[in-house]
């Protein structure tokens, strides 16, 4: 039985250091998100867009966030996150499906995303809300190391 209780909400102003920690803390692991440390924690925290993320809180903390950048084009561009301690539990769900209530709440005819190809995790769970592969970017994202990455497009109609 789970012992935790998440909630999900739109971000706050309040919310801007927690999401930049957050942010940078994903970012040490150099996996999973584009960003790479070093995170410029405070600058960050204030260019955040507050009002295209929706957060996930448990025991008060944020634990996990998803925004959608919307374009003219009539299309969303998702990025996500949830803290390492927090995945597996049912918050990353929990956001994606925030994401598309926001997204269709707002009009956007489709959702689209780019995720690194061995982000199975991920993966999985954009397929298990019906997003679909379009295409693979190839060698995309040269990495702090040099490594060049490719990246996976993926989209959900609304
Ligand atoms: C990707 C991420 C957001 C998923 O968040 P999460 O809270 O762990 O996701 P959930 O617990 O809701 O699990 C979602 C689905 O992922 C899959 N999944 C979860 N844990 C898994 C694991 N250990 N192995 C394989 N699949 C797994 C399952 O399909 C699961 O759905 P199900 O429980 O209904 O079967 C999270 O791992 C994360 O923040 N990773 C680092 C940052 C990142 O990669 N962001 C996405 C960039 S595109």
Known sequence: MAAWRISVRPAEDGDRRSLALLLAAVAEER?????EPP???EKLATSWT???TVVAVAEGVIVGEVHV???WMGFGEIGMMVAADWRGRGVGTALVAAAVEWARARGLHKLALSVFPHNDVAIALYRKFGFVEEGRLVQHVRRAD?????LIEMGLLL
Request: charged share 30%; hydrophobic share 45%; aromatic share 6%.
């Open 31 to 35: 996996d999973g998100i584009a960003a």
């Open 39 to 41: 995170i410029d924690v």
């Open 50 to 52: 507050i009002d295209a």
């Open 69 to 71: 950048d919307p374009s």
């Open 146 to 150: 040099g490594e060049l990455w490719d």
